[in-house]
C-alpha cells in the first residue's frame, strides 16, 4: 500500500472506533510512539507496547461523548491529521482534547507515530 492508502485507511478505521484494528493492519511489528512529555506513556516501541498504551488508555476513558478525525494530509513518507475528542477520564471532568497526529510509513508499514497537544492537568 502506498502511503496515501495507508493513511486514508488508518483514518476509516479510527472514525470508526476500529483502533486496535489499525495498529493490527497498518503499524510494523517495532513501530514507535511518541506523547507529549509527562504524559503516562511519552514513549512506547514494538507493536505490544502500541496495543498496551491504546488499552491503558481505554482503561480512563469513563465516557467517550464523540471523536472526530480530520482528512489525512500526505507528503512524501509522512501523513498526518487531527483528532478530536469530547470525553470523560475516570475522577476528570469532561474535556475537549485536540492534537495534531503525524505519521511515518515505511515498506508499507506506520514505523511511527508522534502525537502534539497538550495533556490535562491530571490533578
Request: with cysteine; hydrophobic share 35%.
Amino acid at each position: 500500500m502506498t502511503t496515501k492508502e495507508i493513511a486514508q485507511k488508518y483514518v476509516e478505521l479510527n472514525r470508526t472506533g476500529q483502533h486496535m484494528q489499525a495498529l493490527e493492519d497498518l503499524f510494523a511489528k517495532d513501530a514507535v510512539s511518541i506523547e507529549p512529555k509527562g504524559t503516562p506513556t511519552e514513549h512506547a516501541e514494538g507493536l505490544d507496547a502500541l496495543k498496551k498504551k491504546n488499552e491503558e488508555f481505554a482503561t480512563m476513558v469513563e465516557e467517550m461523548h464523540g471523536m472526530e478525525v480530520s482528512d489525512p494530509i500526505v507528503a512524501d513518507n509522512f501523513f498526518s491529521c487531527t483528532m478530536k475528542m469530547d470525553v470523560t477520564l475516570k475522577g476528570m471532568p469532561r474535556n475537549h482534547m485536540e492534537e495534531v497526529c503525524l505519521y511515518h510509513v515505511k515498506d508499507g508499514k506506520i514505523t511511527s507515530e508522534q502525537f502534539f497537544y497538550t495533556p490535562p492537568s491530571m490533578n
